[in-house]
T-cell receptor
Framework: DGGITQSPKYLFRKEGQNVTLSCEQNLNHDAMYWYRQDPGQGLRLIYYSQIVNDFQKGDIAEGYSVSREKKESFPLTVTSAQKNPTAFYLC????????????????FGDGTRLSIL | AQSVAQPEDQVNVAEGNPLTVKCTYSVSGNPYLFWYVQYPNRGLQFLLKYITGDNLVKGSYGFEAEFNKSQTSFHLKKPSALVSDSALYFCAVRDTGYSTLTFGKGTMLLVSP
């Protein structure tokens, strides 16, 4: 079955530690996204990538970093500079979102819940 | 700039009754509008979208939404609610010329037996 796999499902971070969240898709989608979900705040865009080896900052990129070395993979690193990392992180992908005329929906993984030890 | 508002944090409805979850938007051009549903500790699932054409859009699980340009609204509806419809619902918008979605804060739908 095609889909998006996020791992791990639960992750704990110690003070001063960087952690990396994995996102893999086998949908052959061009675009991938990282969102942060906090209670009552909806989804906020962290980073997105429309093509391999290219990515753009979203609304809340500070304290996060990404890479897009392969079409299938878009890992997110939560750095020690992110002072309030506790949240539910969602990865999504869509086909051909690079075109501003694209109207395809995004497909989501089942998220990673990050907490502070 | 593009924005979307979901004015209700929670909607309560009895099973078998019709339900409406409200969404209003603001864009500079023409909107692409989406509804998603989220169950606890899961990702979002796509329900339906409006791109152009017929103002009444039908989607998954018996849901539909009505696009109203004059009121800049895209309310989600279902004629007869099920207990299993209880979940968090998100409206999202993308303006022409933009490459990302803006999501609303979500509305929790609770359907009582």
């Amino acid at each position: 079955d095609g889909g998006i796999t996020q791992s791990p499902k639960y992750l704990f971070r110690k003070e001063g530690q960087n952690v990396t969240l994995s996102c893999e898709q086998n949908l052959n989608h061009d675009a991938m996204y990282w969102y942060r979900q906090d209670p009552g705040q909806g989804l906020r865009l962290i980073y997105y990538s429309q093509i391999v080896n290219d990515f753009q900052k979203g609304d809340i990129a500070e304290g996060y970093s990404v890479s897009r070395e392969k079409k299938e993979s878009f890992p997110l690193t939560v750095t020690s500079a992110q002072k309030n990392p506790t949240a539910f992180y969602l990865c999504a992908s869509s086909i051909n979102q690079g075109s501003t005329d694209s109207n395809q929906p995004q497909h989501f993984g089942d998220g990673t819940r990050l907490s502070i030890l | 700039a593009q924005s979307v508002a979901q004015p209700e944090d929670q909607v309560n409805v009895a099973e078998g009754n019709p339900l409406t979850v409200k969404c209003t938007y603001s864009v500079s051009g023409n909107p692409y509008l989406f509804w998603y549903v989220q169950y606890p500790n899961r990702g979002l699932q796509f329900l339906l979208k409006y791109i152009t054409g017929d103002n009444l859009v039908k989607g998954s699980y018996g849901f539909e939404a009505e696009f109203n340009k004059s009121q800049t609204s895209f309310h989600l509806k279902k004629p007869s609610a099920l207990v299993s419809d209880s979940a968090l619902y998100f409206c999202a918008v993308r303006d022409t010329g933009y490459s990302t979605l803006t999501f609303g804060k979500g509305t929790m739908l609770l359907v009582s037996p």
